[in-house]
């Protein structure tokens, strides 16, 4: 089953349990996937869903850390039951160390030796992590190993 037929089936489970804020979120992101499918003139395939999925999510996250800021943790809150919804569509993440390990592999294949060379390692890096692993996560990492 294709990634947008499965957030179609549950968003009819959903609706039929009455789960409003899964509804929601559903709703939410199958609209901008549609939206992005006009853009293209096409339909998308799962690893463009995908992308839609990661970007919803990384939305949250940065609505999270503004809410955080600001101490609304009632908002807070809201949006870490959003973003929990749209990791259920996402590959399992990678943990820092996991990372770590591929910038390495990666830094060192490509002869990077410091900082000038950080947009060409990031380049080489985020389709290997797309969906898997946060960009500002990878960024810090491959930061880390290029500076020491």
Not at 2 to 10: M, N, R
Not at 73 to 91: F, G, R, S
Not at 114 to 123: Q, T
């Amino acid at each position: 089953m294709k990634l947008i037929e499965q957030i179609q089936e549950d968003l009819k489970r959903s609706m039929k349990a009455k789960d409003g804020n899964r509804v929601s979120v559903l709703r939410f992101l199958l609209s901008s996937i549609q939206n992005r499918q006009i853009q293209k003139k096409e339909a998308l395939d799962d690893e463009e869903v995908l992308t839609e999925i990661t970007s919803s999510a990384k939305r949250r996250r940065e609505s999270i850390e503004a809410f955080r800021a600001g101490e609304r943790m009632d908002l807070v809150e809201k949006e870490e039951a959003e973003l929990a919804i749209l990791q259920e569509y996402l590959p399992d993440q990678l943990n820092r160390d996991e990372i770590r390990d591929v910038v390495r592999e990666v830094v060192q294949s490509m002869g990077a030796t410091d900082m000038s060379d950080l947009g060409k390692v990031m380049k080489e890096l985020m389709p290997r992590f797309r969906g898997r692993a946060d960009g500002k996560v990878v960024n810090e990492v491959v930061r880390e190993v290029l500076s020491g």
